[in-house]
């Protein structure tokens, strides 16, 4: 009698997985419903940093460029400024 009462309570209670099954199609139901809206959100993020990086690499290349060429212009005033004859003003 034991064993049957046993083997009753089993099958009434139902277990873990038994009880997530439920919660696991609601889930399904909810990612085939909304996997167009995720996936265009998705794109519009990985585009949207992207963006930004290409943006920010080219402001760094830009900004190095100008570097430079600050740099090819004070190359050019030191030029000038040595071939000029040293007078007593600016020896």
């Known amino acids: 009698m034991a064993e049957k009462g046993a083997e009753e309570s089993a099958k009434a209670s139902p277990s873990s997985a038994e009880k997530l ?52 212009l004070d190359d050019e005033a030191r030029v000038r400024i040595m071939r000029v004859p040293p007078t007593g003003t600016n020896s």
């Open 21 to 72: 099954l439920p919660r696991h199609k609601q889930d399904l139901d909810y990612w085939k419903r909304n996997a167009a809206r995720l996936r265009t959100r998705n794109l519009g993020t990985g585009l949207l940093i992207g963006a930004f990086v290409v943006g920010m690499f080219s402001y760094t290349i830009l900004s190095v460029k100008q570097e430079r060429v600050l740099e090819e």
